[in-house]
């Protein structure tokens, strides 16, 4: 479930950086002011922990301006 919020998120543009077992999502917005997302590789409840990606994904106002 972890992978296919990951996977989602890349085709939307942001970069995957791999930390160990968990890594970071960095959304396409390239300054210093854009989103990060913290993604744990082994969270102890999957399923929650990848709705709590994909809000944050989804509250990102960078990819929202590219759209309009």
Known sequence: MIE???ADAEQKGWRWRQMGHWG????????RDG????????????????RQVMRAIGRCPHGKEEDK
């Open 35 to 50: 989103c990060q997302v913290g993604v744990n590789g082994t969270p102890k409840n999957p399923e929650d922990h990848a």
């Open 24 to 31: 970071r999502l960095f959304c396409p917005h390239a300054g």
């Open 4 to 6: 296919a919020v990951v």
